[in-house]
């Protein structure tokens, strides 16, 4: 983890160069951040309120909602504050053990992201092809192991990606060219062989990753499949509606992650890479409240009624 030089040892910094490239787009960059911050976290813990004072909203699909909201909102709030900060001091070192604690945050949120979504798309097959049978198979105790399963497997890969990282030795500073201490940046100012780490990071992210597209793929196949034997238009039509926002939740999130590690190699620029971390960590959890607000007719009453109480409540 340290690197020795004699007998002392120092402790590793590491700076990060964000967008230093364009001093220009500082301060405007800054304030695009800030507001894209602002609404993430106002949107995800309005969410999160709305949810629980509305009975409308007591159902197993917000249930998933507002577990959905929260890990939105932590993990905006494990990336974009030290990308704020980063903005507008000259100084961008981070601390080796700040640099860690991010990434193990990050991992955690972003995997339990992941598998909350594939929960979502599995409860959302059930709601549209087994609904007779919805209340009984969606039960309570399966709907709480699913959101303990989502969380509890993202602290394992967390902790387990985290561990290999601090087994490997670092030089006394280094530069990391980004925003966020991913682990690809971490791994890349090791001094030590990586190979390991590296191997087990790929082996996690490619399980997760086609373990969760293949419960939302198998499960939107299937509801695809049932809504083209409706007999009614109508029907088909409001039955896809219920799935709309789910579906094109889960296009941004897992298109960015194919993006990032897959489609991105060696001759992607850095800025690329960049703009699709900013998309991927800033711009995603603040994107989840709004498509599932602006389609939900409940949510959206419940809002309005939050805000006239607030305006009459200050007027009096």
Known sequence: MMLSKGNQSTIPTFVLLGFSEYPDLQIPLFLVFLSIYTVTAVGNLGMIIIIKINPKLHSIMYFFLS????????????????LLENLIVEDRTISFSDCILQFCFACIFGVTETFMLAAMAYDRFVAVCNPLLYTTTMS?????????????????????????????????????????????????VSCSDPYISQMLCFIIAIFNEMSSLMIIMTSYILIFITIMRMPSASGRQKTFSTCASHLTAITIFHGTILFLYCIANPQTSWLMVKVASVFYTVVIPMLNPLIYSLRNKDVKDTFRKLVVTKLLFHSL
């Open 67 to 82: 577990h959905l909201s929260f890990v939105d909102f932590c993990f905006s709030t494990t990336v974009t504050p030290r």
């Open 140 to 188: 309570q105790k399966l709907c709480a192991l699913l959101v303990a399963g989502s969380y509890s497997w993202g602290v394992v890969c967390s902790l387990t990606l985290t561990c290999f990282l601090l087994a490997l030795s670092y030089c006394e500073s280094s530069i990391i060219n980004n925003f966020i201490c991913d682990h690809s940046v971490i791994v890349s």
